[in-house]
């Protein structure tokens, strides 16, 4: 068993930039691919990032690619999302999911075993 909690959301305007955490607990964090998803309102969970075990494969969606960075610091168990330029469509909740057994992709929500509460993003025009 997994505990994932995100945190460092909030209101930021255009342009602006915020950094997600998203501490685990429990089993082994090195043990786990993680990725960061997010939802907006009316639409369907997303993939944002992802991140292998040991941090040396990064996946990206295209339309966060070149503004998020995301990271791992195995030894304080936590991944990170770096946002830079922000804007007003990157609104959603953000969620953080760690992945177990590799199923093949890290693109699919499905395939993740354990999901944090969510952080809310606003990104204002």
């Known amino acids: 068993q997994v505990q994932l909690v995100e945190s460092g959301g909030g209101l930021v305007q255009a342009g602006g930039s915020l950094r997600l955490s998203c501490a685990a607990s429990?089993?082994?964090?090195?043990?786990?691919?993680m990725g960061w998803f997010r939802q907006a309102p009316g639409k369907e969970r997303e993939f944002v990032a992802a991140?292998?075990?040991?941090?040396?494969?990064?996946y990206y969606a295209d339309s966060v690619k070149g503004r998020f960075t995301i990271s791992r610091d195995n030894a304080k168990n936590t991944v990170y999302l770096q946002m830079n330029s922000l804007k007003p469509e990157d609104t959603a909740v953000y969620y953080c999911a760690a992945q177990g057994p590799y199923s093949g992709t890290y693109y699919t929500a499905d395939e993740y075993d354990y999901w944090g509460q969510g952080t809310q993003v606003t990104v204002s025009s």
């Open positions: 991140i292998s075990r040991g941090g040396l494969r990064i």
């Open positions: 429990g089993r082994t964090f090195r043990s786990y691919a």
